[in-house]
């Protein structure tokens, strides 16, 4: 079972930047699928980000253009870099793993394919 560990969240001001790690043990399979996911005060968790085979990428409407999901896969880290945070991306941030899957689209932002979790990291964004 592949494990996943996150950092690098902290606290930040609004139109601030931070950049999240999650290293995976093993590898970073070309035949899998890794993602980002937030779950807010009060709310259900979200799909963030996910890239699929290290170059397939898929975002939510609420992060376009601020947020990239980046997969290293010498040193076996998933980045997500976040820019022009607002407060309505304070969360935990997790990152996941859906081994042997290639996903894109909505269904690569759907936490019930996911398999692997991490157990997240906060993310604080002050006004």
């Known amino acids: 079972q592949v494990q996943l560990q996150e950092s690098g969240g902290g606290s930040v001001q609004s139109g601030g930047s931070l950049t999240l790690s999650c290293t995976v043990s093993?590898?970073?399979?070309?035949?899998?699928?890794y993602g980002w996911f937030r779950q807010g005060p009060g709310k259900e968790r979200e799909g963030v980000a996910a890239?699929?085979?290290?170059?397939?990428?898929t975002y939510a409407d609420s992060v376009k253009g601020r947020f990239t999901i980046l997969a290293d896969n010498v040193k076996n880290i998933l980045y997500l870099r976040m820019n022009s945070l607002n407060p309505e991306d304070t969360a935990i941030y997790y990152c996941?793993?859906?081994?042997?899957?290639?996903?894109?689209?909505?269904?690569?932002?759907?936490?019930?394919?996911?398999?692997?979790w991490g157990r997240g990291t906060q993310v604080t964004v002050s006004s």
């Open positions: 996941a793993a859906a081994r042997g899957m290639i996903l894109a689209g909505t269904t690569a932002l759907r936490e019930q394919n996911y398999g692997a």
């Open positions: 890239i699929a085979s290290m170059t397939t990428t």
């Open positions: 093993g590898y970073i399979s070309s035949t899998s699928t």
